[in-house]
């Protein structure tokens, strides 16, 4: 008697067009993912020892409304403490965290010239 089953994961060679960061699973962390919550085209799943953040295009994390949501002063620093890691362009600004899905659109924040050469 033959089984079959359908796999969990697709391996897909184009690109998702996603970006994100894997948070950690702390109060810190758990209010950052409820100020990111219902954001377009954001998804947020809290997941047993992490909190995932997932955007379709590019995600924002602005730390004026993130320090407001935690109560106290949020800024890069803060940011990196409870980053486990990313997916994604990530672009430092002084006053946020901006990650991209596509590398080109991160361009003009990184300085570098897109034209052929």
């Known amino acids: 008697m033959s089984t079959e089953t359908q796999p969990?994961?697709?391996?897909?060679?184009?690109?998702?067009?996603?970006?994100?960061?894997?948070?950690?699973?702390?109060q810190i962390g758990h209010t950052v993912?409820?100020?990111?919550?219902g954001k377009p085209n954001v998804t947020v799943?809290?997941?047993?020892?992490?909190i995932r953040i997932d955007a379709i295009g590019k995600v924002e994390f602005d730390f004026a409304e993130l320090?407001?949501?935690?109560?106290?002063?949020?800024?890069?620093?803060?940011?990196?403490?409870?980053?486990?890691?990313?997916?994604?362009?990530m672009v430092a600004l002084d006053d946020r965290m901006v990650l991209f899905a596509n590398p080109e659109d991160a361009a003009e924040y990184l300085g570098f010239d897109l034209r052929p050469v």
């Open 8 to 26: 969990d994961f697709e391996f897909h060679r184009e690109s998702s067009n996603q970006c994100g960061v894997t948070l950690m699973d702390n």
């Open 33 to 37: 993912a409820e100020a990111m919550r």
């Open 45 to 50: 799943r809290a997941l047993p020892s992490m």
């Open 67 to 89: 320090s407001q949501a935690v109560g106290e002063e949020f800024d890069q620093n803060s940011f990196e403490e409870i980053m486990s890691t990313h997916y994604g362009r």
